[in-house]
């Protein structure tokens, strides 16, 4: 019996020294993606259990730096080791906050390193006229609108607008256009350009539909949002589109809308076009003029027939 006892007293030093010898277990906090203003995607991994079984697994994250599973909120993911990812909810817009993966196992919990991000600004800085605007933080200081002419929503296509034209039609075409092949000279003589050759406000489509110091973008303020912006394909209430994010964090949505040619909706849910006021200087046939575009690689300023049907995103002082 005496030898029972001390093959089962040997056993369990052995037990204690095994657990004794576990260390804590390796994590990382690896990446944040996907952030908007109200959530964001944290992707981690365990790439080493420290000798013991890593029984939980997750995050944890707050509005101040250093955050634990006892002082913020948390989440778990599973147990082991390997890769996982966790996407945090119903966060507060234009807010810092911290991160830091966990893992646990007999030796205790263990952090990985401390990331921050910032939540996007998607509500309205403001309105002009009834019509909400963000200020992205340009240099030029432009208020860009957070709707299409005719959109009551971001995600909304609004109306569509031949080049100079004011009103919307069910055929865009060359022979019922008012500008295309008009030259730039005869389109400042009928005060349809003005001398620094953009739309004047009796032909501009925002500045005829919305009023009080709403007008369309000017080919370098189109250019202007391309150079200093970070565009995000991404998709909004089931609308494909692009997020495009300023200098200060804030943003704005510009869906897929197509182009409408003849009768025709062409390409939305593909591509997205916006007209600026302004028309080419170089082109021969005097039919085009500048326009925002972008798909889900591309973004972009270029010329498009005057005669097709594209939306229009406002901006003001």
Not at 14 to 32: F, G, N, Q, W, Y
Not at 100 to 110: K, L, P, V
Not at 231 to 243: I, L, P, S
Not at 276 to 291: E, K, R
Request: proline share 3%; glycine share 12%.
């Amino acid at each position: 019996m005496k030898r029972v006892y001390l093959l089962m007293a040997l056993f369990a030093m052995l037990m204690v020294s095994c657990v004794s010898e576990a260390e804590k277990a390796t994590v990382e906090t690896r990446e944040i993606t996907d952030v908007t203003s109200s959530s964001a995607r944290v992707i981690c991994n365990v790439s080493d259990d420290g000798g013991a079984e890593v029984s939980s697994r997750g995050i944890c994250w707050g509005s101040s730096a250093n955050p634990t599973i006892e002082t913020s909120s948390s989440m778990g993911a599973g147990s082991g080791i390997g890769n996982y990812e966790c996407e945090i909810s119903g966060l507060e817009s234009n807010t810092t906050y911290y991160v830091r993966a966990y893992a646990t196992n007999s030796a205790g919990i263990s952090y990985g390193e401390e990331k921050s991000f910032k939540t996007l600004n998607e509500g309205d800085d403001g309105e002009i006229s009834g019509h909400g605007y963000v200020d992205l933080g340009l240099p030029s200081g432009k208020k860009w609108a957070t709707c299409n002419v005719g959109a009551d929503k971001p995600e909304d296509y609004g109306d569509y607008f031949a080049w100079g034209e004011t009103t919307t039609k069910s055929d865009y075409s060359s022979s019922n256009s008012l500008t295309y092949g008009v030259s730039n000279s005869e389109l400042q003589a009928q005060g349809i350009i003005d001398g620094n050759g953009n739309l004047t406000p009796s032909y501009d489509a925002a500045a005829a539909n919305w009023g009080g110091g709403w007008r369309m973008p000017t080919r370098e303020e189109c250019q202007e949002l391309v150079d200093y912006c970070e565009w995000e394909w991404t998709e909004v209430n089931g609308v494909e589109g692009k997020r495009v994010i300023g200098p200060n964090g804030n943003c704005i949505f510009l869906p897929t809308t197509g182009v409408r040619d003849g009768s025709s909706l062409i390409s939305d849910g593909y591509d997205g076009f916006c007209w600026s006021s302004t028309p080419d200087y170089g082109y021969v046939d005097d039919g085009v003029a500048y326009g925002l575009g972008f798909d889900d690689d591309n973004n972009y300023v270029a010329y498009h027939g005057r005669y097709f049907g594209l939306t229009i995103r406002p901006v003001s002082e």
